[in-house]
């Protein structure tokens, strides 16, 4: 939750208001859990120890010198240095009621109290000849310490009058934590180097329980919950774990547990179609789920064993059944609630494991060749391994050449493929498509294979250019990706058995492959530290990024928005967002000189004062692409006007009339205030006045007094200056109605003349020339045509001018059709046309 900082952290203490944390001879204080507000800079060598302290906060460092820091001004306050000889400062406490002052442990095993703001020292406790402290903790009655020592002995000391309540002793090593119940129970826990944790009894002065392997390594750090039966403690297995003390007897039950893997991840996969869950196998020889929505949903498969009770009968610390860590693994959901779902091939090993994900354990079968099970050769182990999209189906390679195909609910071996085996070099890749039909194989001599699923025949054979190192199969599109020794990758379909694409860019060996979930990008992780994406359509590099360690297993999420990553030497697994589903990202090829700058390993919250460059900014923007109005002036330019503004023109007349209504609106009779009587004696009301129904004409016959239009007066214009670009203009700007009142009104006997027509009639030839919004000139000239076709025939002007406008549309037409029937023609071709 909180923003990076650019080591690893070292140190880390809180009080009410921030967090410390420090690295090297640096001091952070965070502000929420998640910026940096402070930084304190002074001391020279690696801090070591921290101590938050009211107003201040103290911290220790390798040699030997105490910093009192004021923590708003960020300044040094007090400054001590001790003789490493005489008192090397090992651990750091602040006595309850006690103002101002420190206690202080040595190495050498005396302590010290200090008065921090009168820079005094207060007293000298001579210690008690066991050993160095290791650590401080304040007990819940006031004025009383526990001293953890290296002898494993635990002294309760009254520091007021400087003598020693009880002593303790633990036999597993140096006392590395220490921490009281305050919910009314008099009992103190103590934690040791091998990950037992010890509960002792302050009335009787005895050991009540002893809690064993309560973590692999050491105990890092322990502390009871405030007025609670809870213990947390956390060590070096990369765990944190809450123990809760309900029971009789006085010891403790794991309440929750919270755990990565304790060595780096090996292989990650996504298991399941929601994205939601990763399965990692480590090097510490576990297998384990990590869920992408929250931590709760988390679990442990637990370790490879070859004999399960023989292992919980030994323990941890001695077992000699565990197998090695798991290489790679396979997963399919299919029929994973019916057996087991997940096979697994362990390194240097002959057997693979099946795993059940539903019961959370190691499955039930241990899958091996007959030939092998009597002598056990030390070099053949299994290399890859491939499920089938049923479920039903295991197929594993082996590092002498072997593929061999076991059933997952019975553990069977069904059949293996070639004669005696499949290739003559180690299998380096096995994968089965998504209907059973083809298993393909890839072998280190530089073969790949195609079988027939079922009858283990040998359909097809192709020879790589390279040795092969890596194969992934995209089941639902057949693309198969390729990695080489040589670090290139190819890129097979599996119907047509052809190499489609091929890429060269890395510079070391690639660990990993992964598809997106369309089959469109592949995305390739090398020893040289980049993660790169091709784009497979335009066989183009669109992304590449550079990282500190070198990633050593990827997986893309079904779902397409998450790319999971894990690293050399690193426990964690990384998420890294898929930028093009929330925003508009330009998915441009790279550039051959492309230096790709190093990105940092993404957190749970980004660094907020990050300036992004203005390089980085225009990069990632699409580029509009302006379209000039004409190409080139032989190609015929078509007007990015909408159809229905030049579409109808000839059907207006039957537009007009479709939308005429059929009679016209009534005009409801109001009733008048005071409906008027007979006059009589008995009252009736009187009949309603006829009103006329001799219909006026509301059309004013203006004839000569017409205004010319706009368009009149720039076609009369352009007679003699011959510009037709503004009557044109005017044109395209009007809607269809409009556009037919215009032409109306060219005519002579509405208000227009022959010389207006000729100019129109020019106007049409000019587009016709230039090729531009060619069908606008075929729409305007249609109905043009349509409204004076009598006028035209009668006037030997018009009908020379109409002449000249026929010959140009008639080449122009015979231009078109000779490509429009090319493209037909190649286009029947291509469809009838055995290739």
Not at 103 to 124: A, I, M, P, T
Not at 159 to 170: G, R, S, V
Request: glycine content about 8%; charged content about 20%.
């Amino acid at each position: 939750i909180g923003n990076a900082l650019l080591q690893d952290i070292t140190c880390l203490a809180a009080d009410r208001m921030l967090v410390f944390a420090s690295y090297g001879n640096l001091l952070h204080a965070f502000a929420r859990n998640k910026e940096v507000v402070h930084i304190y800079d002074g001391h020279k060598g690696e801090i070591r120890l921290l101590q938050p302290f009211g107003d201040h906060v103290i911290s220790v460092d390798i040699d030997n010198v105490l910093i009192v820091w004021d923590v708003q001004s960020e300044e040094e306050y007090l400054q001590l240095t001790f003789d490493k000889a005489v008192f090397a400062v090992s651990a750091i406490m602040h006595p309850s009621t006690y103002l101002n002052k420190i206690l202080l442990g040595s190495e050498q095993g005396s302590l010290q109290l200090w008065n921090v703001k009168s820079n005094k020292l207060l007293y000298s406790f001579p210690g008690w000849g066991l050993g160095g402290v290791t650590t401080l903790e304040q007990a819940p009655a006031v004025d009383v310490v526990a001293i953890g020592l290296v002898s494993g002995h635990i002294i309760v000391h009254n520091i007021k009058f400087d003598e020693t309540l009880m002593k303790f002793q633990q036999d597993w090593g140096p006392i590395t934590a220490i921490s009281f119940r305050t919910d009314g129970h008099p009992v103190m826990a103590a934690g040791s180097p091998i990950g037992h944790i010890a509960l002792w009894d302050l009335e009787e002065k005895k050991l009540i329980s002893q809690m064993r392997n309560a973590h692999s390594t050491a105990i890092a750090g322990m502390s009871f919950v405030q007025g609670e039966p809870l213990l947390v403690t956390n060590g070096a297995d990369n765990a944190i774990k809450i123990w809760i003390f309900d029971g009789p007897g006085g010891g403790g039950r794991l309440l929750r547990c919270r755990m990565g893997h304790s060595a780096p991840p090996t292989k990650i996969r996504y298991h399941g179609q929601n994205g939601q869950q990763i399965l990692s196998a480590g090097q510490d020889g576990t297998l384990q789920s990590f869920s992408t929505v929250h931590e709760r949903f988390n679990k442990s498969l637990g370790r490879g064993s070859i004999n399960k009770k023989k292992s919980k009968r030994k323990g941890l610390l001695y077992d000699t059944m565990a197998l090695p860590p798991i290489t790679a693994f396979a997963t399919e959901i299919a029929r994973q609630n019916d057996w087991d779902g997940i096979i697994a091939c362990h390194q240097g090993y002959i057997t693979c494991t099946t795993w059940n994900y539903q019961k959370t354990s190691m499955g039930a079968h241990k899958l091996k060749p007959k030939a092998f099970s009597k002598n056990k050769p030390l070099d053949v182990y299994a290399t890859v391994i491939d499920i089938t999209s049923c479920g039903n189906f295991a197929v594993i390679g082996l590092s002498t050449g072997h593929v061999d195909v076991y059933n997952m609910q019975s553990g069977i071996h069904r059949g293996h493929y070639g004669k005696e085996k499949a290739h003559e070099g180690a299998i380096r890749g096995v994968a089965v498509d998504g209907l059973n039909q083809l298993t393909i194989t890839a072998g280190s001599e530089g073969l790949i294979k195609f079988w027939k699923f079922k009858t283990m025949d040998l359909v097809y054979s192709a020879n790589l250019s390279s040795s092969p190192s890596a194969m992934l199969l995209h089941r639902d599109s057949g693309i198969l990706g390729i990695a080489s020794d040589d670090f290139g990758i190819s890129v097979l379909d599996v119907e047509t058995r052809r190499i489609v694409r091929k890429f060269s860019g890395h510079h070391s060996q690639i660990n990993d492959m992964a598809f997106s979930p369309d089959g469109r990008w592949l995305i390739t992780a090398s020893m040289d530290c980049t993660i790169k994406t091709w784009d497979l359509p335009s066989g183009c590099l669109i992304d590449c990024f550079l990282l500190d360690s070198a990633a050593i297993s990827i997986s893309m999420s079904p779902t397409g928005d998450f790319l999971a990553s894990s690293h050399v030497d690193d426990l964690g697994i990384y998420l890294w967002s898929n930028r093009s589903l929330y925003s508009l990202v330009s998915l441009r090829p790279l550039s051959a000189d492309y230096e790709p700058s190093v990105i940092m390993l993404p957190g749970t919250c980004p660094a907020q004062d990050v300036d992004i460059t203005g390089d980085e900014e225009t990069s990632n923007e699409m580029i509009d692409y302006n379209s000039p109005a004409q190409l080139e002036e032989q190609l015929v330019t078509m007007s990015s006007l909408s159809e229905s503004r030049w579409k109808n023109l000839l059907n207006l007349d039957v537009i007009k009339k479709k939308n005429k209504p059929r009679e016209p609106p009534k005009v409801p009779k109001s009733a008048p205030f005071f409906i008027p009587t007979v006059p009589g004696l008995i009252p009736r009301y009187a009949a309603a006045k006829q009103e006329n129904d001799g219909q006026q004409s509301k059309v004013v016959n203006l004839g000569v007094l017409a205004q010319k239009s706009d368009f009149y007066v720039q076609l009369e214009e352009a007679l003699s200056s011959n510009e037709y670009k503004s009557p044109l203009s005017i044109l395209k700007e009007m809607g269809p109605s409009s556009i037919e009142t215009e032409l109306r009104g060219l005519a002579p006997d509405a208000g227009g003349s022959v010389e207006v027509m000729k100019s129109f009639l020019r106007l049409i030839g000019t587009m016709l020339n230039t090729k531009c919004d060619f069908e606008l000139a075929q729409a305007y000239l249609a109905l043009f045509l349509k409204l004076h076709l009598k006028i035209l025939s009668s006037e030997p002007v018009l009908l020379e001018e109409i002449a000249k406008v026929s010959t140009q549309l008639e080449e122009t037409w015979i231009h078109l059709q000779t490509l429009f029937n090319q493209s037909l023609c190649v286009l029947n071709y291509m469809k009838s046309a055995l290739l």
